[in-house]
């Protein structure tokens, strides 16, 4: 009897691929020197007019086959000399702005793309890229929330404020509520920017196949089918000559969901005009610089609460900065102003923010998508609720849990989807148990002293989280048996590591009844399956799980209904067990599935032995047709999930640290988590996810900032400067534990858990610094020179 | 204004190969793309994140640093080369696949090349000693936790001493569920 495979520890079955060096990244499509490769020429000023772009050194350099700037599009599509859309249109974004691919005569922020070269490789196209001349003229740079809002300057002449968009939402009259609250509190709360970092940068290779009259593009992405729509429309084509593949991904964590990036759109067009393959792969610099950032987020939270710490009214105000331009719309101030209330329900909540314009790269979502910012703000808010009543920090959130009966529950407000917050299920009580437990909350003060005697400083920390995983619209899924019994398995959505290709080959071998090792899967390949949205927002397995899922049901039900007539037996007798249909409790009757997918096929040609027994002559009833009028052939199973709204996954996480009272260095001790996504498909990979989420979680609270000086230079573009963890700088250990309340709104009981990692870490972080300091601590990341100055100033 | 060529010899995974390069064509670049060995990755081109990390004589080397022309007269290793003649993996391979050392796979060639040479000077680290064996390799999606527990691990894989060294691939103790393909 085959085991099932949900909830196990499966071994990836990628791996063996990565592991020998058979990774498929996009530079390594066409690694080949016929290929020629591309470069952008990136403005230097932060804000500034073009006046001239001289070339007349450029088009003679040997080896350059192309050179183009913003003129040149229009001529050769006319859809490219229009900005690049605005993805995501919310109707509260009253002053959207997008750039062009090629700057037209402005850019607003340091690396914006002005010119695109295409040459034999990439040292000649830079080399061409040093023999452009443009004459600028430099205008004032808005750099920073604070210079925004103050609007001496404006980033787009026609925005006035350089406020990009204004919302509000409540669940009822805030004043009134604070109003009546015996105790009221105000924090105001920094978090500074952080950015994605994958490791592979942006890349795109595309070939235009003159015969067939299409394009293939290859590109590191989180939605190949959003490119593959983008580029159809900015090239002219139909869709169905696009192709868009997305091999291996070398991490994505949200920057490589936005698209088109100008080199998405340039790199097909001048692969087109040329007649050959081109190469884009962007270096490190390029990444920082003209890629995106997140988290740049400045809130102000007023709160009312009565003596048990129950909140009465909260009244959240925050500037977001968006950057230069906003093609991928509200989506992370959304998400803030929705998931800022995690498991708690205020009797009365308002949130309003003004997402604004700087001169600086833009922001798209980064794992977390704001609600580490979110989450900062409301568990701050809960630490101070604590310290002010004198209660203990457990017990305050606990006085502000939804309960467990409550669930479906409403928050009242619109979540990032257009749908009603309403989460679907939870156990937040039970939750806080175990991470107590995990932690060591009961006995840390004991701990505490034991450190004091030796001299060290310790605090501890936690924070809560809910997290809106697996929104929609949809994905979909196809599986095909084939007549070997192999299963071949398409979906839509893309990979950056996240082992799909092992999950979803668990749950069509636990559906379909095959072995694990005979399903293989597709992600991210228009050509398999055309429809489909995208990997973001923790819904991978959720919407692909669950598509897949109900595909290989159908795929099932299909091969049984074909077996059955075959074997002359009740459908409703028979079960798949390792690739074999047989009759349950008599598995003497018995068939391939191979062989049922031979039959599924009434063939004119035999082939080979196998199709031989498939041919008209063997198969089917001579007074019918050979396909019946509801049927088709081929055994297959093709189906699309789409969910009523989001599943909301939650999580605690609590940290033990030490400051060092000399040097102001943090470390951190001990690292819990408590975690809740539904039923687990694979233990292995949730928990690797959750390492690398808190790993992510620890830089932005520690390390990671974007350093613009004022004129909107980013002094810290390398890795050399801008400081992610290595594994120095993570804790030796992180604990896990996990609650499962089951979903119910998918077939699987699953939650998404790609982002839950990195959501509460600042907040954990800041609360247990604040802990064993003893000073308030209210602007993420924190620097050990940072933390020097805040003892500064409370030394009395 | 066409570039010197340098006709160079290139001995990569014990194989001689002959190319014609400029001087300033990195050994990364080399490698991947006019050898046609894509296994090793650049991930930043200043030396920091070591995904491009490649033996040249034994010795971790950051391909992004060195000129191909400099590499003449070096042995060099990369990921392709650490499978085994049979096609099995190396014990190190093997350790990261046990214990899902890797997710998107990116900075694994860099570390594999990494851990290799380290084991071959220290087959014995402490858990200490292993943390530090990977602490100049970035990786933005494991954590670190299962990349730690996969550096012991290989080091028991590589020991004869150890019960598991002396096992065929594949069959260990313990080891998530193992598929092959
Ligand atoms: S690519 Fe060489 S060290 Fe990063
Ligand atoms: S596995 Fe993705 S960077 Fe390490």
């Known amino acids: ?796 | 204004m066409s570039e010197e060529l340098h006709r160079i010899r290139l001995s990569v995974n014990g194989v001689t190969r002959e190319v014609e390069l400029p001087a300033r064509r990195l050994l990364s670049d080399a490698l991947r793309h006019d050898l046609g060995l894509t296994g090793t990755h650049v991930g930043c081109e200043h030396g920091v994140c070591g995904a491009c990390t490649v033996l040249v004589d034994g010795q971790p080397v950051r391909a992004c640093l060195m000129f191909a022309v400099s590499a003449v007269d070096t042995e060099i290793t990369t990921v392709e080369g650490l499978t085994r003649e049979d096609g099995s993996l190396g014990p190190v391979q093997q350790a990261f696949a046990e214990c899902h050392g890797l997710q998107c796979g990116f900075c694994t060639p860099g570390f594999l090349t990494t851990v290799t040479a380290c084991l071959r000077e220290n087959p014995h680290p402490s858990h200490d000693e292993a943390r530090e064996m990977v602490a100049g390799n970035l990786c933005r999606c494991t954590g670190y936790q299962n990349i730690v527990k996969a550096v012991e691990r290989a080091a028991e894989l590589a020991d004869p001493q150890h019960p598991d060294g002396q096992r065929p691939v594949g069959q260990q103790p313990d080891a998530p569920v193992e598929v092959q393909r």
């Open chain 1, 1 to 796: 009897m085959t085991t099932k495979l949900m909830g196990q520890k499966v071994q990836r079955t990628e791996d063996q691929r990565f592991l020998r060096g058979q990774g498929r990244y996009v530079d390594d499509v066409h690694a080949d020197p016929s290929t020629l490769h591309a470069a952008v020429l990136r403005s230097p000023h932060a804000h500034a007019r073009i006046l001239d772009i001289d070339m007349s050194d450029v088009l003679d350099v040997e080896g350059v086959h192309v050179v183009w700037t913003y003129e040149d599009l229009g001529p050769l599509s006319p859809e490219m000399a229009e900005p690049l859309p605005l993805l995501i249109p919310h109707p509260d974004l009253t002053q959207g702005r997008t750039q062009y691919a090629l700057a037209r005569d402005e850019v607003n922020y340091v690396g914006e793309a002005v010119a695109f070269v295409v040459a034999e490789d990439r040292y000649i196209a830079e080399d061409a890229l040093d023999k452009i001349k443009v004459t600028w003229e430099v205008l004032p740079a808005v750099v920073g929330i604070e210079a925004s809002r103050a609007a001496e300057h404006l980033v787009h002449d026609d925005v006035p404020g350089n406020v990009g968009a204004r919302s509000e939402q409540n669940t009822g009259d805030v004043a009134a509520a604070l109003a009546r609250a015996p105790h009221r509190l105000h924090l105001e709360l920094d978090i500074e920017r952080s950015a994605c970092t994958p490791l592979e940068g942006r890349g795109t290779v595309a070939r235009w196949d003159a015969d067939t009259n299409r394009l293939q593009v290859w590109t590191s992405t989180q939605t190949s089918t959003g490119v593959r729509a983008a580029v159809a429309v900015k090239l002219g084509l139909d869709l169905g000559q696009v192709d868009v593949i997305t091999p291996d991904v070398g991490g994505g964590f949200g920057v490589k969901v936005m698209h088109p990036w100008p080199e998405e759109l340039l790199v097909p067009l001048a692969a087109r005009l040329l007649g050959r393959t081109v190469k884009f792969t962007e270096d490190r610099r390029e990444h920082f610089i003209s890629s995106a950032h997140e988290r740049g987020q400045v809130q102000h939270i007023d709160v009312g609460f009565d003596d048990d710490g129950r909140i009465i009214g909260l009244d959240v105000m925050f500037w977001h900065d968006h950057g230069a331009y906003t093609p991928y719309g509200l989506i992370v101030p959304i998400i803030t102003s929705t998931q800022l209330l995690g498991p708690y329900k205020p009797e009365v909540y308002r949130v309003v923010f003004e997402s604004i314009y700087t001169n600086t790269v833009i922001v798209t979502p980064y794992r977390g998508a704001g609600r580490p910012q979110g989450c900062f703000a409301m568990e701050r808010t809960m630490d101070k609720i604590a310290a002010y009543l004198g209660k203990d920090r457990t017990e305050v959130r606990a006085a502000n849990f939804i309960q467990p009966d409550e669930f479906p529950f409403d928050q009242g407000l619109i979540f990032q989807d257009g749908r009603e917050l309403e989460y679907d299920s939870g156990d937040y009580p039970a939750s806080l148990v175990k991470l107590k437990k995990l932690i060591g909350w009961e006995e840390f003060p004991a701990l505490r002293e034991k450190m004091a005697a030796e001299g060290r400083t310790v605090g501890i920390g936690l924070a809560c989280y809910v997290e809106g995983t697996g929104v929609g619209p949809y994905e979909g899924a196809h599986v095909h048996i084939e007549t070997s019994g192999k299963v071949k398995v398409a979906t839509g959505l893309t990979t950056q590591g996240q082992g799909h290709a092992t999950v979803f080959a668990q749950l069509v071998a636990d559906e379909l009844g095959v072995r694990f090792e005979d399903v293989e899967v597709v992600t991210g390949d228009t050509r398999r399956m055309p429809y489909a949205v995208g990997t973001f927002a923790s819904r991978a397995a959720v919407m692909s799980g669950s598509a897949i899922h109900l595909a290989a049901k159908r795929a099932k039900e299909k091969a049984l209904r074909i077996a059955a007539d075959a074997l002359e037996v009740d459908e409703a007798d028979l079960e798949i067990v390792d690739g074999v249909v047989q009759v349950k409790g008599s598995p003497g009757t018995r068939m391939d599935l191979g062989t049922v997918a031979v039959l599924s096929n009434p063939l004119r040609y035999a082939f080979d032995e196998a199709s031989k027994a498939a041919t008209q002559f063997a198969v089917g009833d001579p007074g019918k047709p050979p396909v019946a009028e509801d049927d088709e052939p081929g055994l297959e199973g093709k189906d699309f999930y789409s969910p009523q709204r989001a599943t909301f996954a939650s999580g605690m996480h609590a940290a033990i640290v030490e400051t060092d009272p000399d040097t102001a260095e943090v470390t951190i001790l001990k690292y819990a988590v408590v975690h809740d996504c539904g039923h687990l498909i694979n233990p292995m990979i949730v928990e690797g996810q959750i390492h690398g989420g808190v790993a992510q979680g620890i830089g932005g609270a520690l390390y990671e900032r974007m350093a613009y000086d004022p004129s909107g230079q980013l002094l810290n573009a390398s890795f050399m400067d801008f400081l992610m963890p290595y594994v120095t700088e993570i804790p030796d250990g992180i604990d896990i534990d996990h609650l499962e309340t089951p979903s119910p709104l998918n077939p699987l009981g699953i939650k998404g858990a790609g982002e839950a990692g990195v959501i509460p870490v600042s907040a954990v972080v800041a609360a247990a610094i604040e802990d064993a300091e003893g000073f308030p601590i209210t602007a993420m990341p924190i620097s050990p020179s940072d933390l020097h100055t805040l003892r500064q100033e409370h030394t009395p």
